[in-house]
């Protein structure tokens, strides 16, 4: 048995014992999760078989097996063009996640001042996010992710450069880039699900499989990453990336290109400046749009500030043997993929017993909202008393477990919302709209963790994700607004 017991050891990594151990428990319950929820069937599916089973009588016959052919069909479609977005979707995340675990140690090896590229990047974003969007749904979506692809293999190719002023060109086209991931891939895919005539309620699915999908690509991006650079230095992360989005451009190419209109051919008769006003107007007229997107700017700028936090708060503990990152980060983006195979099955289980149908995403945001409040206190707390430390650094580290498989949750909720409230035509140009804010409150709060105490971050990262839920909560209640025909195509 000791014999067993030493050879394990030899081929596990010289980590610290608590950082195993947080890793092996991860992984256990991420197993037990899938587990969990692969015993789960969604209602249409349910459904499904109910009209399998009920076609017994000849009565029922012929309208049972053309029913069960129809949505067999109809399923069989949906899941064909949802793989066709996934991915390409996992293949951009995974580049974007590789860049994103070695940029600070590149730039770091380039003796560069590495505050000042990144809100560059912040400050770039937030300037283009209000006018991008339009052109997005003026030019179309197709193509707006495709100059993406090239913005990033540009971005990419520049890092190979120590020039400063260089890099600070790629910080300006990688504030271009952000916007464009987060905006022109989501408006393609909403847009081309509803003109394919797949239920609404199906959009939940592919946000849940996105966010699945995003937890594990972190994960693989820390050990594909890791083995670039032992392989061809710092920059070798990068050069897996441009490889990466060199695949997702040519998988693009391949999509129908869809445009924000409100009838067929629109687009070839609206100008940019209609597109952002129309934008504008909508946004600021409509209070569901705007407090959507507030929500949003507020839960994830809360989000990016504790990314900024998690591990120098983690060092400051002094922890016994030191911080692994690596390993602390693969644990994480366990608890991420973890939320996002909750995601259905929370959903469900409040349509039965908690909430009207109509209103389960509200209720389901704000409650995830507030849990991740509650999480973020727990540190501000722990830091700013004088408890155990021991104690302190065990409770803080599942307070970050838990406020990472919040995220795992509201990102699908999020994109379930948006494609709820968010007209079609409008689509590109509210979901850069949404990005002005939130560069804001990234902006507030990585200026926070330089000024102000770890403990007052958190108890302000606590407070923005409380503001959020009682902001979303204002919305359970509220009958979801009319939205034009012309705006959002209807089945």
Not at 246 to 263: D, F, H, P, Q, T
């Amino acid at each position: 048995m000791a014999q067993w017991h030493d050879n394990i050891l030899e081929v596990l990594p010289d980590w610290p014992r608590w950082a195993m151990k947080m890793l092996f428990i991860m992984a256990g319950l991420l197993a037990v999760s899938l587990l969990m929820t692969a015993l789960y069937t969604p209602d249409d599916e349910k459904i499904e078989s109910d009209v399998k089973a009920n076609g017994s009588d000849k009565e029922n016959a012929a309208k049972s097996s053309k029913d069960k052919t129809d949505i067999k069909t109809l399923h069989g479609e949906f899941d064909s063009f949802r793989r066709k977005y996934i991915v390409v979707y996992l293949i951009i995340m995974l580049a974007d996640w590789m860049q994103g675990t070695h940029m600070y140690t590149l730039y770091l090896s380039y003796g560069v001042n590495i505050s000042a590229l990144f809100l560059t990047g912040f400050l770039s974003g937030a300037i283009f996010a209000p006018f991008l969007g339009s052109f997005v749904d003026k030019f179309g979506r197709k193509r707006s992710c495709v100059v993406y692809c090239v913005l990033e293999i540009i971005i990419n190719l520049l890092e190979h450069v120590t020039n400063f002023q260089l890099l600070l060109l790629g910080r300006v086209l990688g504030g271009i880039s952000t916007n464009l991931l987060f905006s022109a891939f989501e408006s393609w895919m909403t847009t081309e699900h509803r003109h394919r005539n797949f239920p609404e309620e199906w959009l939940a699915r592919t946000y849940s499989a996105a966010s699945i999908g995003n937890g594990a690509m972190a994960i693989l991006a820390g050990i594909v990453a890791q083995v670039l650079e032992d392989q061809f230095g710092h920059i070798g992360p990068f050069q897996g990336a441009i490889a990466l989005t060199a695949l997702a451009l040519i998988l693009v190419l391949r999509w129908e290109e869809n445009y924000g209109e409100s009838k067929e051919g629109e687009h070839e008769t609206s100008t940019v400046y209609h597109q952002f006003m129309e934008g504008w107007k909508t946004t600021a007229s409509n209070s569901h749009i705007w407090r959507i997107g507030m929500t949003q700017a507020l839960s994830e700028g809360a989000m990016y500030t504790f990314v900024f936090m998690w591990v120098p708060t983690l060092l400051s503990m002094d922890p016994p043997g030191g911080v692994p990152t690596g390993c602390v980060f693969s644990a994480l983006m366990m608890a991420i993929t973890m939320g996002g195979l909750f995601f259905q099955p929370l959903e469900s289980f409040l349509t039965k017993f908690v909430i009207s149908k109509a209103n389960a995403s509200e209720f389901s945001a704000s409650l995830i909202y507030t849990l991740a409040s509650a999480s973020m206190a727990i540190p501000a707390y722990c830091l700013s008393s004088a408890s155990s430390s021991e104690h302190c650094f065990e409770r803080i580290l599942i307070s970050f477990a838990v406020v990472e498989m919040c995220v795992g949750l509201f990102m699908p909720v999020a994109g379930t919302l948006r494609s709820k409230y968010v007209p079609d035509a409008l689509q590109g140009a509210i979901l850069n709209i949404f990005r002005l804010p939130l560069n804001a409150v990234v902006v507030g709060g990585t200026y926070a963790t330089d000024v102000m105490e770890p403990a007052h971050v958190f108890f302000l990262v606590s407070g923005c994700f409380l503001s959020a839920a009682l902001l979303q909560a204002t919305m359970i209640s509220s009958k979801s607004p009319a939205v034009d025909s012309g705006s959002k195509k209807t089945n």
